[in-house]
């Protein structure tokens, strides 16, 4: 019964170059949600995707960022032209369909460092 | 910003009951609260949640008072592998109908051999 999956667990950009992290959410789970952690703060809402939609994503930059929720395959958060403060750890979660149960299960995250 | 506040920090000696408190003051009648803990620089780790009764399980103990303006986590006998960043969260609603939890910086609770 494995739990949510991210990788890379650690990814190292250049200023400019492309980030993309991936999250494959628990089985049976079809919420998937993105949160950026600065150090020594808490995490911050990014991005709320179900299959092949964005739900809400008030979180999110207007700029360089993006989220995707194929119908097959992992959920990917997309980070264009990567700068030093999108240096953080990126955590997605994920929920059971439906509203009444939305307890919210974690991966390990993956840490981007911007050089 | 976090619809509640705990204390920065706590320590606790080992082998006895942590108690971490939280305050929700603003929360709605139908809003639950959530407590997670994040160890190290881990993912973080869902703990309990409760609406208004008290809640036990195989991690904890969540003690909401009646005005449900606060609520408190107990862990009953901690460990070391208990240290970490603990989080009460009262989850926001979206327009979608669905939640997004707002975080904010959590109680470090260290626990001392």
């Known amino acids: 019964n494995a739990g949510v999956m991210q990788n890379p667990r650690h990814l190292v950009r250049r200023r400019g170059q492309e980030a993309r992290l991936r999250c494959s959410p628990m089985k049976g789970h079809s919420h998937v949600y993105w949160y950026r952690q600065l150090p020594e703060e808490g995490l911050k809402f990014m991005v709320y995707?179900?299959?092949?939609?964005?739900?809400?994503e008030s979180g999110m930059p207007k700029e360089r960022f993006s989220a995707e929720f194929p119908k097959e395959g992992p959920s990917i958060l997309r980070i264009q032209q990567v700068v030093r403060g999108d240096s953080a750890a990126y955590f997605c979660a994920s929920s059971p369909a439906g509203f009444g149960t939305d307890t919210q299960y974690f991966g390990p995250g993956t840490r981007l460092t911007v050089l | 910003d976090a619809k509640t506040t705990q204390p920065p920090s706590m320590d606790c000696a080992e082998g006895r009951a942590a108690n971490l408190p939280c305050n929700h003051s603003t929360i709605s009648g139908n809003e639950y609260v959530y407590w997670y803990r994040q160890i190290h620089s881990q993912g973080p780790q869902y703990i309990i949640h409760?609406?208004?009764n008290n809640e036990t399980n195989e991690m904890a103990s969540l003690i909401i008072t009646e005005d449900r303006k606060s609520s408190t986590l107990i862990l009953p006998h901690a460990t070391l592998r208990d240290t970490a960043v603990y989080y009460c969260?009262?989850?926001?609603?979206?327009?979608?109908?669905?939640?997004?939890?707002?975080f904010g910086t959590g109680t470090r609770l260290k626990v001392l051999a």
């Open positions: 409760g609406l208004k």
């Open positions: 995707l179900q299959k092949e939609n964005i739900i809400d």
């Open positions: 969260i009262v989850r926001v609603p979206l327009t979608s109908g669905t939640y997004k939890y707002i």
